[in-house]
């Protein structure tokens, strides 16, 4: 019988090159968004004095009544269906880690009319206790709201228009990762107006803005068919090395292989239709590794682009013949994907908060806000650190160009001796008229730092420039998650920080002196989590503990942090999440992870018992009959008798190191606390099991004749196309 893999490696032979689809236009101008029912749109369509309304409560993040939602109803539902649509749904993002939707048609059988009313628009009803909800809602209670979100525009995708929402339980308590984003954007638009004020009273809006890189691999779809474990798990539990991996550098940025520009060109289409102004594609460092990387946009919108975005590479993909990998660590040994979220604050003027400026003015107000990030990393690493924690990104982080668990913010050598200068410099009462931005080295920031702020790939969190870049963000997350804290905790340390000048300025200093001094301490009390070296390396993980950075490499002992007094406090605060939300989701995570490793672990036994040691004893077989022959004949069969000894030995690794992975499996699912079974799968199952059946496994591979091996090969994976 031939192979499942001998069948996909004819299927990849015999594939017939599929050229993508015609633009629209040979200018992306003319059909940028045209599949998106936005603000252009909606002045088209809407009187002026509804447009206004709407507009202005859009910008302003405010609520639409029932009559004015009603109008943008009727007006959607005639502009969708003069593009031929039928159907309208509620777009969400559930707690799966992935999006929903519920197709209702516009047709009414009881008037026999297409209708779309603005109750309608406003809130549907999908079942609640379906999803993951954290023990808020039992499973016979089963009512749960989507609401509309006006901030991101409705889109056509497919032959449905698409509302983006919030997805609520019945008793209010959000269900979904959109929400929580909403309330920390707030968050940091109030706090940071505060601040901004004290440069510019002219600032009334501060904007969170996001470019999210996505990095992801492509293989072929007969290949990947064929590979149980990239269907189960989306990643290769086995798969030895091949001899040509990433070490050449050679992949990186060179020609795109012609299959998948092709898939690229198709995609990047259907993403500008939907008003994703993606802007760049590459390779990446691994074989059969590449990028994709929007424009920035308000993080709302980008986040929920990035997950439509990830949705179109799927679909397309299949008319490639083709599939896409997000998984963080697919291969093992080889550059794992991220998802950098590159973050900064837009005032409603136009200045961008993290953009140094030839006005010594807003370069304090640069200070202000550069300094007060970093403080608020140091305050809440754990956190942060947490925000990113899944099962895939725990195989990725500190591996193959991937930042490490220790989270640390690189700001580049200039930039450092900015800040340490600024925090040795002395006596900064200055007298009426003295230049106080001259004596603090505050009017050169643009020179120092132009051209001259490196990258350093190894940080986590890591300044480029004008923007914050969140490195450790694993390819396959929703990016709204790690968002939620970022936003949350820098809301947090500038409401802190303006509590402490108005104090200042209340008991007579000058305000700018008041400033200075408190970000001086800043600079000092977060100097522990700066680091410019090289994040790989074993003695930055001495000199990080040396400095009381946590390390913490496993998703269920980081999810702890999200349960902490002072966590707790800080999302109740302002009011992003109550503790009910936090730790319901927090308990989601858990079970999530638990469920990713007791998958990656059945189907790891799976391969190993009906797969790999069948053939590795049909094999021994063969080579006993010979070593048999040989002996027969009286030539020496030592060798041959050697290598039987060896398949042997790895085979019975196997079958009994998978016994015992079985059974401890069946102790662990006993355990009642979910934190307890979910550090027992990491401790007891993955890092207890996993490398151990995964090298004996390898090492069968590099055994067994090549025609015998029953799994499609590293090689075959990255390098066929």
């Known amino acids: 019988m031939t192979h499942l893999r001998f069948k996909a490696l004819d299927q990849v032979s015999d594939r017939k090159e599929v050229k993508a689809l015609p633009a629209p236009s040979d200018k992306i101008s003319d059909y940028f968004g045209q599949d998106v029912f936005g603000l252009e749109q909606m002045k088209a369509t809407l009187s002026s004095e509804v447009f206004k309304v709407v507009s202005s409560a859009i910008k302003k993040g405010k609520k639409i009544n029932i009559d004015t939602a009603s109008e943008v109803a009727a007006a959607a539902k005639t502009w969708a269906m003069n593009k031929g649509i039928t159907h309208y749904t509620h777009w969400f993002q559930p707690l799966t880690g992935s999006t929903?939707?519920?197709?209702?048609?516009?047709?009414?059988?009881?008037?026999?009319?297409?209708?779309?009313?603005?109750?309608?628009?406003?809130?549907?009803?999908?079942?609640?206790?379906?999803?993951?909800?954290?023990?808020?809602?039992?499973?016979?209670?089963?009512?749960?709201?989507?609401?509309?979100?006006?901030?991101?525009?409705?889109?056509?995708?497919?032959?449905?228009?698409?509302?983006?929402?919030?997805?609520?339980?019945?008793?209010?308590?959000?269900?979904?990762?959109?929400?929580?984003?909403?309330?920390?954007?707030?968050?940091?638009?109030?706090?940071?107006?505060?601040?901004?004020?004290?440069?510019?009273?002219?600032?009334?809006?501060?904007?969170?803005?996001?470019?999210?890189?996505?990095?992801?691999?492509?293989?072929?779809?007969?290949?990947?068919?064929?590979?149980?474990?990239?269907?189960?798990?989306?990643?290769?539990?086995?798969?030895?090395?091949?001899?040509?991996?990433?070490?050449?550098?050679?992949?990186?940025?060179?020609?795109?292989?012609?299959?998948?520009?092709?898939?690229?060109?198709?995609?990047?289409?259907?993403?500008?239709?939907?008003?994703?102004?993606?802007?760049?594609?590459?390779?990446?460092?691994?074989?059969?590794?590449?990028?994709?990387?929007?424009?920035f946009e308000e993080i709302n919108v980008a986040s929920d682009h990035n997950q439509l975005l990830m949705d179109v590479m799927s679909r397309v993909s299949e008319r490639h013949d083709l599939k896409v990998l997000f998984h963080e660590k697919p291969f093992a040994g080889l550059n794992g994907s991220g998802k950098h979220n590159n973050w900064s604050l837009i005032t409603n003027s136009g200045v961008n908060l993290f953009q140094p400026s030839s006005s010594a003015r807003e370069n304090l107000q640069f200070l202000t806000f550069f300094i007060s990030t970093i403080k608020a990393v140091h305050e809440h690493a754990d956190l942060l650190r947490a925000s990113i924690a899944t099962s895939g990104n725990d195989h990725r982080l500190g591996a193959n160009e991937a930042p490490p668990a220790i989270v640390s913010v690189f700001i580049g050598s200039k930039l450092s001796n900015v800040l340490d200068e600024l925090e040795s410099k002395g006596n900064i009462n200055v007298e009426k008229g003295d230049n106080m931005y001259m004596k603090l080295g505050i009017d050169n920031i643009p020179e120092i730092i132009l051209d001259n702020t490196d990258r350093n790939r190894t940080s986590p969190f890591a300044f480029t420039g004008n923007k914050f870049e969140f490195r450790a963000v694993g390819s396959s997350d929703n990016c709204a998650s790690p968002m939620t804290v970022l936003n949350t905790i820098v809301a947090d340390q500038l409401t802190k920080f303006a509590d402490e000048v108005d104090k200042m300025i209340e008991k007579g200093e000058e305000k700018r002196i008041a400033i200075v001094k408190v970000l001086r301490r800043y600079i000092t009390e977060s100097k522990a989590i700066r680091f410019e070296g090289d994040g790989y390396s074993d003695e930055w993980v001495k000199e990080a503990e040396k400095r009381g950075l946590s390390n913490v490499k496993s998703t269920p002992n980081a999810i702890s942090a999200y349960l902490s007094k002072e966590s707790k406090e800080l999302f109740a605060r302002f009011g992003v999440m109550s503790e009910v939300e936090n730790e319901a989701r927090q308990e989601i995570k858990l079970e999530n992870y638990m469920m990713k490793i007791q998958i990656e672990a059945r189907v790891m036994g799976d391969l190993a018992l009906n797969h790999i040691i069948p053939t590795a004893v049909a094999y021994q077989n063969k080579l006993i009959n010979n070593a048999n022959g040989l002996k027969g004949l009286g030539i020496d069969n030592t060798d041959v008798v050697n290598s039987i000894k060896e398949i042997s030995g790895y085979i019975n690794t196997i079958n009994s190191e998978v016994s015992n992975m079985i059974e401890e499996r069946k102790r662990i699912n006993k355990i009642e606390d979910v934190k307890d079974r979910a550090v027992a799968y990491c401790d007891n199952i993955k890092e207890t099991y996993f490398e151990k059946i995964r090298y004996a496994a390898d090492k069968l591979e590099l055994l067994i004749d090549d025609e015998d091996w029953p799994l499609v090969k590293y090689r075959e994976l990255l390098f066929l196309r």
Request: with cysteine.
């Open 100 to 295: 929903a939707e519920k197709h209702d048609s516009f047709f009414d059988a009881s008037s026999g009319l297409e209708k779309f009313r603005g109750s309608a628009l406003v809130q549907q009803e999908p079942d609640a206790s379906s999803f993951p909800n954290g023990g808020i809602r039992s499973t016979f209670e089963a009512r749960g709201y989507t609401a509309w979100d006006p901030s991101s525009p409705m889109f056509i995708y497919g032959r449905t228009l698409c509302i983006p929402t919030i997805f609520v339980a019945y008793t209010g308590e959000a269900l979904d990762n959109k929400a929580p984003l909403l309330k920390a954007v707030e968050a940091i638009d109030s706090a940071a107006v505060r601040v901004c004020n004290y440069f510019d009273r002219n600032v009334n809006s501060v904007k969170a803005s996001l470019g999210v890189e996505q990095e992801y691999f492509v293989v072929d779809k007969a290949l990947y068919a064929a590979r149980p474990d990239l269907v189960m798990a989306g990643r290769t539990v086995f798969g030895h090395n091949p001899a040509r991996g990433q070490q050449l550098d050679d992949h990186y940025f060179g020609s795109i292989p012609s299959r998948v520009y092709d898939f690229m060109k198709d995609f990047e289409i259907q993403c500008l239709k939907l008003g994703i102004p993606v802007s760049t594609r590459h390779n990446e460092v691994a074989p059969s590794q590449f990028e994709v990387a929007p424009l």
